[in-house]
């Protein structure tokens, strides 16, 4: 089976970006802030915008499940207030599961978190008790960086972030630590602030201790890890002159990376720097990156080919890859897959 552990609900109907529009102009005037139920999608309008898109090009692709959660650059923790967010949030979350139940054979959900800047992350837990309680999410997306592009969060390593951490252990999900909007234009969101945020994540988790505290929280830091990779002799480096431990028993049980890298140099450097049991397949298709390689006709995020051509795995490990450690690092993923057989 081939699961690819980062998707996101890109192709959602105009309806959501519409209603979202008027949420968003609502906050200089709140009488005119629109009701959740005001927003009509029908479950053939989610099934067009699937089965044309994401289920296409998967079934094109060759990947059979999806983790699929609401779209990243959406998310804008930094627009509004907490109930701007929690709204939103309920909102898309429900979005995501629905998908879900409609192609279930293909799509299971993850949620985002209904952050703010400034806010207490506690707020979050109860829309994510819900979507693991009642949507069967098997993972989260958690916002290091609510603000936009100005890091106003204090690190992952803080105990602001603990009470996100100690539910997570508690249902043994996940978290892919993913940013949204850049509203700093320094920082190009998919080019620059994305890649920027998973560099930082991973840098804050080295200088940390996070892990003696929490030894079973996962992170799956997304789009290759950034930097991390290219520069692994780098932290490796500073983790030595830190007198942290090596970093395979530092952060390798607890940090993990996906395979969204869209070329073929990319996904070698990750397969032959990171070791295999660290690094799950991913495309995030329809995602940043949409066109076509013109040097290979082919499409960028089409992840699997690279995965499929690096020398740097053996058949075993690209099983890894493609399924074992997404079970793995996913308990209930693997659950839901085991209930039905599979």
């Known amino acids: 089976m081939i699961i690819d552990v980062h998707g996101h609900y890109t192709t959602a109907p105009a309806a959501l970006g519409a209603w979202r529009d008027l949420q968003i102009a609502s906050l200089k005037d709140p009488s005119k802030a629109p009701s959740a139920s005001s927003l009509k999608i029908s479950d053939d309008e ?9 289920l296409r090009l ?24 907490f109930n701007t967010s929690a709204t939103w949030a309920a909102i898309c979350n429900e979005l995501c599961f629905r998908v879900s139940e409609l192609f279930p054979d293909h799509f299971i959900p993850a949620a985002m978190l209904p952050q703010s800047p400034g806010v207490d992350p506690a707020t979050c837990i109860p829309e994510l008790v819900k979507c693991v309680e009642q949507y069967g999410n098997v993972g989260i997306n958690l916002n290091p960086d609510p603000s936009g592009g100005h890091w106003t969060s204090p690190p992952l390593s803080d105990r602001h972030w603990y009470p996100i951490y100690e539910k997570m252990v508690e249902y043994d999900i996940p978290a892919m630590i993913h940013v949204s ?13 994305y890649l920027n945020a998973d560099t930082t994540a991973f840098m804050q988790c080295l200088t940390s201790d996070l892990f003696k505290d ?18 692994w002799g ?21 940090i993990f990376f996906d395979t969204c890298v869209y070329h073929q140099p990319g996904i070698d450097l990750l397969t032959k720097v990171i070791p295999v049991k660290n690094i ?18 082919h499409y960028y995020d089409d992840t699997r080919r690279y995965v499929a051509a690096t020398a740097n795995l053996t058949d075993e490990e690209r099983f890894q890859v493609f399924e074992g450690n997404a079970r793995r690092v996913f308990p209930r993923l693997d659950a839901a897959l085991k209930a039905k057989g599979l």
Request: aromatic fraction near 8%; glycine fraction near 10%; proline fraction near 6%.
């Open 46 to 54: 989610l099934r067009e915008t699937i089965e044309n898109n994401q």
């Open 58 to 81: 998967m079934k094109e692709r060759g990947s059979d499940l999806t983790i699929f959660s609401p779209r990243a650059s959406f998310m804008a923790h930094h627009i509004g207030d």
């Open 181 to 193: 909007t850049s509203c700093n234009s320094c920082f190009h969101t998919t080019g620059a602030h």
């Open 214 to 231: 929490f030894p079973t929280l996962k992170f799956l830091i997304p789009h290759g890890g950034g930097a991390v990779p290219y520069h």
């Open 234 to 254: 780098r932290f490796r480096g500073l983790a030595q002159e830190l007198k942290k431990p090596l970093l395979q028993d530092h952060l390798l049980n607890n």
């Open 280 to 297: 799950l397949f991913a495309s995030e298709m329809i995602g940043a990156v949409r066109g076509i390689d013109p040097e290979t006709g």
